[in-house]
């Protein structure tokens, strides 16, 4: 197809969101598309996508910790530029603590992750940025499927009569997805645990002494629910997460 200059047809128009710099040095992969981490806050990974609306493109940046698949930062902009990306990774911090020693942000060849600005701001929280290959969305494939199942889900999802009409229609309809995503959402890689459950139990098995981030403050209680696994009745612990930074009075 390439060598008769024909390709496949897109359903979205083509939007470049990776923009990398030619000859400009680049982070090392320090992944190598091995997207697994032992515990929270080892390894994270962001990518940018888009969402085209009536009054214009609203680009997205999320960064997503690798253990629980937990959104951690965010960001809806009408532009593109390394300030959003700053903005998600200071939600982050906000979120999961100022010093993260031996966290790894991976993530693609753009001009925004390339930036001396963003290797500055990810420094400033004890964290290495990590970069793959120019083109390839192997080298960053988990940040590449969070964007599919979010584009699929919410934006051209089910309950969709028409397209978006605002930047900021956009980024309210995305708060309540990261929402649902993080604190509802099941995940088959979690054994069918929204993330914020899964990072709970991590906490309280693993770290008996929580007050590393929000999540490891939960409150647990002892109730479960009972859920069909291979067709089979199975009862299982299920842990209640209270986020207390949403609440003064229990912070």
């Known amino acids: ?13 083509r939007i470049r969101t990776t923009r990398p710099i030619p000859g400009a040095p680049r982070h090392p992969d320090l992944v190598e598309r091995d997207f697994t981490a032992s ?3 080892q390894l994270w990974v962001t990518d940018l996508t888009f969402v085209a609306t009536f009054a214009g493109i609203a680009y997205v940046c999320f ?15 009408s532009h593109m530029r390394t300030t959003m990306v700053l903005d998600a990774i200071e939600m982050a911090r906000w979120s999961r603590g100022k010093r993260l020693a031996g966290l790894r942000c991976h993530s693609d060849a753009g001009s925004q992750f390339t930036s001396i600005r ?9 964290a290495v940025p990590s970069i793959g290959t120019v083109g390839d969305s192997f080298d960053n494939a988990l940040a590449e499927t969070v964007n599919g199942y979010y584009e ?10 028409g ?10 309809a995305t708060l309540g997805w990261v929402r649902c995503h993080n604190t509802s959402r099941l995940h088959g890689y979690l054994h069918d645990r929204p993330p914020a459950e899964f990072e709970a139990i991590f906490y309280e098995t693993d770290r008996p002494t929580p007050g ?4 490891a403050r939960a409150v647990f ?10 067709g089979r009745p199975e009862t299982i612990t299920r842990f209640d997460v209270v986020e207390p930074w949403r609440n003064p009075t229990t912070a």
Do not use: F
Request: glycine content about 8%; charged content about 30%.
């Open 1 to 13: 197809m390439r060598v008769a200059g024909i390709e496949g047809t897109r359903r979205t128009k």
């Open 39 to 41: 515990a929270p806050n």
């Open 63 to 77: 960064i997503v910790d690798a253990y629980s698949r937990m959104i951690v930062g965010w960001r809806v902009a």
């Open 118 to 126: 963003y290797g500055e701001r990810l420094a400033e929280i004890g």
């Open 152 to 161: 699929t889900e919410l934006i051209r999802g089910p309950t969709r009569t």
């Open 163 to 172: 397209p978006w009409r605002t930047v900021d229609d956009v980024e309210l």
């Open 212 to 215: 590393r981030n929000p999540i």
């Open 221 to 230: 209680q002892n109730t479960s629910r009972t859920k069909a696994i291979q």
